[in-house]
């Protein structure tokens, strides 16, 4: 049954609360009223045309199939949790009628758990890190009274003292266990070295104790265990290490890890990360290096994921202080700059890339000492240059990518839309003979008591009229709205418009809005609505004209 759940069945899936024009949380009262409302629309016996027959009969019978999913419980807890290909499976019948719709939504958790642990099998999950360290130190040592100008000429000597290479592979052995095969090659200032790490990562508590907190929030605690083998031109060396973690409240967790080998080390830190920002606090006793690190990073509620982040870490080996940012520059990429400032390190800038499960680091060291020209260059020359590459490099590419993957997305819903364009001009057709037989609208286009809508569009405006290729992504669904009105109402959920019966998405993957003009009461009004935002109407803001 599981492997009859693709996960791209959504987009074949026709939405069936847009269809009848309900919410999700519609009651069946609602449904039955919206149901009975467009059969009396679309019933095949008002038309005496064959092909007028033929279209409303397909329209009668999208409703009618619409209704009965949603209306039968068990039918539409599959619906909501799965989509549509969900109900084409075979064994609900069987296996899932006796269930309610909790057990069901818990059965479908538990099939996508088994999926994951399936592709957690096949994975190897890689993660790769290259780092570049530059020396140019001469850019500002050489400007120090101290420093004693050496031999041929006077630009600054700039240089690749450090390099350093890894990669790692992970290999699932059970639910609980994994096996990690990582190595490493360095160099620097001409002597190299390298080694080859095999783990053993074994989760010996993956949930641990649970103590219920308050609606369903849950404190839990759990233990990692690992142990590896470093080989490398020293020899053969062993290591272990154990992590526990507990909740200490809904976003904070305490860390305790010990570890034991060539970095033998006892760390504990303190953890708050919130929707907003996110704080550590850390304390370690070890060899060579024992230390106490805070750090705090400030989250922008931005389309790019923008942070701020600042620390202070302070040990045997002096005092460093970081500061830096952090933003996303493409769908998979993630670009971070940090200037360190320490006593006795100097000023150094790192410049971080990471692409999908690759990370570039490139650390840049200026001046062995506190120079002020230097943590000066080191803040305000990165934040230039990104934003010139930002506004000349970046910009453009998203751009170009974006209409790219638009452009295959119109492609390939070709065929869907063209279909979707055939059933909403069939419903248009149906929709206009029904008004033509009804007295009642003849009655208030003739009384001008009703709500009539006299004109309406659906799609992606603009507002140079220049544009000719735009007026295209526009149609007119005038016919299919009056045939919503009801008690002179006309009332919207928030859905896509697109599955309205009569309408059709004439740009696939661009903002729609819709565009009304309509008249209630002898006063015209208009009003534009974004594509998922409910509408009701009459209203009467948006006057543009009135009669007395």
């Not at 999913?69 to 064994?91: N, P, Q």
């Not at 609606?215 to 080989?231: D, K």
């Not at 080996?317 to 500061?323: D, I, P, Q, R, S």
Request: glycine share 6%; proline share 4%; net charge neutral.
């Amino acid at each position: 049954m599981a492997a009859s759940l693709d996960d791209d069945f959504e987009s074949n899936n026709q939405d069936y609360y847009s269809l009848l024009n309900v919410r999700k949380e519609a009651t069946l009262e609602e449904l039955k009223a919206s149901y009975r409302r467009l059969c009396m629309l679309y019933h095949p016996d008002k038309h005496r045309d064959p092909e007028l027959k033929r279209q409303a009969e397909q329209l009668f019978n999208q409703v009618h199939q619409a209704y009965e999913v949603l209306s039968d419980a068990h039918s539409r807890a599959i619906y909501d949790i799965f989509g549509k290909k969900g109900l084409e499976v075979e064994g609900w019948e069987v296996v899932e009628r006796k269930r309610t719709p909790a057990e069901i939504r818990e059965e479908y958790e538990r099939l996508q758990r088994e999926r994951e642990e399936r592709r957690l099998q096949q994975r190897t999950n890689p993660k790769g890190t290259i780092s570049v360290g530059v020396d140019a130190t001469d850019l500002f040592d050489r400007y120090d009274e101290d420093f004693e100008e050496m031999p041929g000429g006077g630009f600054p000597h700039i240089e690749i003292n450090k390099m350093h290479i890894s990669q790692s592979i992970e290999a699932p052995l059970t639910n609980s266990d994994t096996a990690v095969l990582s190595g490493s090659l360095s160099t620097h200032n001409g002597n190299g070295g390298g080694n080859i790490n095999m783990t053993i990562r074994r989760v010996t508590s993956a949930k641990g104790t649970f103590l219920p907190l308050c609606n369903h929030m849950f404190l839990c605690s759990f233990l990692t265990a690992q142990c590896g083998l470093q080989f490398s031109p020293r020899g053969l060396r062993p290591s272990c290490s154990l992590m526990t973690a507990r909740h200490l409240d809904q976003n904070t967790m305490g860390y305790l890890q010990w570890r034991w080998g060539p970095n033998s080390a006892m760390t504990t830190s303190l953890v708050r990360d919130t929707k907003s920002s996110h704080f550590t606090l850390a304390l370690q006793l070890g060899v060579p290096h024992s230390y106490l690190m805070m750090s705090y990073q400030y989250k922008f509620q931005d389309e790019d994921q923008t942070k701020v982040k600042g620390s202070v870490k302070t040990g045997w080996f002096g005092t460093v202080v970081e500061y830096g940012a952090e933003r996303k520059i493409s769908r998979h990429s993630v670009l971070s700059a940090t200037v360190s400032i320490g006593v006795p390190q100097g000023v150094t800038l790192k410049i971080k890339l990471a692409r999908a499960s690759q990370t570039y680091l490139f650390p840049v060291h200026l001046t062995d000492q506190l120079l002020p020209s230097a943590v000066f260059y080191a803040t305000v020359g990165p934040l230039l240059v990104y934003m010139a590459v930002h506004r000349l490099v970046i910009i453009p590419y998203t751009q170009a990518q974006k209409e790219q993957e638009l452009e295959l997305q119109r492609k390939s819903s070709a065929t869907d839309i063209a279909k979707k364009k055939q059933e909403a001009e069939s419903a248009v057709s149906a929709h206009t003979l029904s008004m033509h037989n009804t007295r009642l609208f003849i009655a208030c286009v003739w009384g001008g008591g009703c709500l009539i809508i006299l004109n309406a569009w659906y799609g992606k405006f603009v507002s140079d009229t220049s544009q000719k290729q735009e007026k295209a992504k526009v149609i007119d669904v005038t016919v299919p709205l009056q045939c919503l009105v009801k008690d002179s109402k006309l009332i919207l959920t928030e859905a896509s418009k697109a599955g309205l019966p009569g309408f059709y998405d004439p740009c696939v993957g661009e903002e729609k809005s819709l565009k009304l003009l309509y008249q209630f009461r002898g006063v015209m009004h208009q009003v534009i609505s974004a594509d998922t935002e409910p509408l009701r109407i009459p209203k009467q803001s948006h006057r543009i004209e009135s009669e007395s």
